[in-house]
C-alpha cells in the first residue's frame, strides 16, 4: 500500500527546508526510523528518517530543491501489504482522490504564505499584505511579480491578461517600429509626464534600466500615450547599440564580459547573515587593539605540548587565552554581560561560558566550551577540539552552540594581525586573536625580537566603556604575558 510521506517541522516552527541530499533511491527497501534524506533548515542540518518499513516508491523532489514543510516528498510501498487495494481505489475513485488532492492543496495554499526573503522584503517596501497575494509560483509560492501586480492594484491574472491582449491591440502600430530599423539607435526620449502601460511592461522596463516616460508613445488611449513591451525593449536595444558604437569609433580594445554564477542564499547562510546584521545594526560597536608579548607562553606551551599529547590532546594556545579571558572576566564582569533592551536591564552572567567561532564549509559557526572557569587547560583543550570538529562535520547539536557569554575568533590561524570582530548578539564583546609571530618590541629603551600575539576586543558601547575595554586587555595581557598567573586562579 502506498503510504505518502510529508516534510515534518524539522526544527522549532520552520516553514520550509531544503533537502541537501537522499539517502535512498526508488526501489530501495528501508525500515522504520532509517535516515531517507538530509534537510536543512535556517538553523541546522538534520536527517529525516522513514516512518515505516517499506520500499521507496517515489521520490518527489531533487536535491536542492526548497520544500515547504506539509509537501509530499516521498512516497514509500508499505512492507507486507500488497498494492491492489492502492491501484483498486485509484481505479474506482480517480475523480475523488483528485479531488481530494486538490483540496489538499488549496488548504495549504490557504492556510500559510510561501515566498522567499527578497519577495516579503519587496511586500514591505510597497506596503502589500503577503497572506493577501495569491501566489503564481510552484506550490503556490508568491513571486516578486505577484507583489509587484498587488501594489499596483492588479491581481496577477488580470496583469497576464492584460499582457497576452497586448499584440492584438497594438498591432496596428507594433509595426511602426519594424519600418524604422534605422532608427533605434537613435529614438529621442519622449520625455513624457504621464504614460499608460501594463504593469508587466512597467516591470521589464525598471529591469531594463528604462524611463518609461522617455519610450516613444506607440499609440494613444483615452488621449494618453500608451507604450508597450516590445516598444520597450526596442527602445532599450537602441540605447544599448548605440553605446556599443561609440566605443568602436574611438576605442578599438575589446573587453570579454565575465558575467557572473550565483548561489543560493538561504538554510545556515542565511542565519549567519542575520544575526551579523542585527549585531551590527544593533550594537554600536568598538574596537580596541593591543599586543601582547608571550615568549613565556610559547615556552610554556612548548613545555606542556608533549605532555598534552601523551594523554591523546592537542594543545594550542587557544584553552590559554581561555582562561586568561576568563581570568580577567571575574575582574571585569560588564564585559561578561547581556543587555537585554525590552526590560531595560543589564545581565550580568555568573557562568564563564565561551564561544568559539569555528570556519566550516558552511559559513561560520560559535560552539560553546560551558564553565571554563571550572575546568582544567587540558579539559578545555579537548573540549575547544571536540566541539570545532563537530562543527565542521555538521554533527554538532544546537545544545552545544547556545548559552556562551563571550566569544573568541582566532583569526590569525589564517593569517593577519587585527581586524574589527563583530559581537556574538545578544553578548556585548568578543575578542579577536591575530597571528602569533615575532615582532619587534621596545623595552627599558632597547628593541628587541619577542614572539607577540596581536588582539582585537570589540565591545557593545551602549554597556561597555572604553576604559573598561582597555582595563580588560590590559589584564588579559598580563595572564598571556605572565601564564603562571593562571596557576593562581
Known sequence: MAREFKLPDVGEGVAEGEIVSWLVSEGDAVTEDQPVAEVETDKAVVEVPSPVNGTVQKIHFEAGTVVPVGDVIVTFDVEGEAAEPADA???????????????????????????PPSVRRLARELGVDLDAVEGTGP????????????????????AEAETATEPAETTQTTAAPSTQPAATGSQEAAGRDRTLAAPATRGLARELGVDIDDVPAVEQRDGEAFVTAEAVQQYAEGGQAAQAEAPAAGAPRQYAEGGETTEPYRGIRRTIGKQMAESKYTAPHVTHHDTAPIDALVETRARLKERATEKDVKLTYMPFVMKA??????????????????????AIKQDYNVGIAVATDAGLMVPVVKHVDQKS?????????????KARDRSISREEMQGGTFTVTNFGAIGGEYATPIINYPETAIMGLGAIDERPVAEDGEVRAAMTLPLSLSIDHRVIDGAEAAAFTNQVMEYLTDPELLLLE
Open 377 to 389: 587547560i587540558l579539559q578545555v583543550a579537548s573540549e575547544v577540539n571536540e566541539l570545532a570538529q
Open 325 to 346: 579571558i576568563v581570568a580577567a572576566l571575574k575582574e571585569f564582569p560588564i564585559l561578561n554581560s547581556e543587555l537585554r533592551e525590552e526590560e531595560e536591564e543589564i
Open 139 to 158: 506550490s503556490g509560492r508568491v513571486t516578486e511579480g505577484d507583489v509587484r501586480a498587488a501594489a499596483e492594484g492588479e491581481e496577477p491574472a488580470a
Open 89 to 115: 481505489e485509484a481505479e474506482t475513485e480517480p475523480e475523488a482522490e483528485a479531488e481530494s488532492e486538490s483540496k489538499s492543496a488549496t488548504s495549504r495554499a490557504e492556510s500559510r504564505t510561501f515566498a
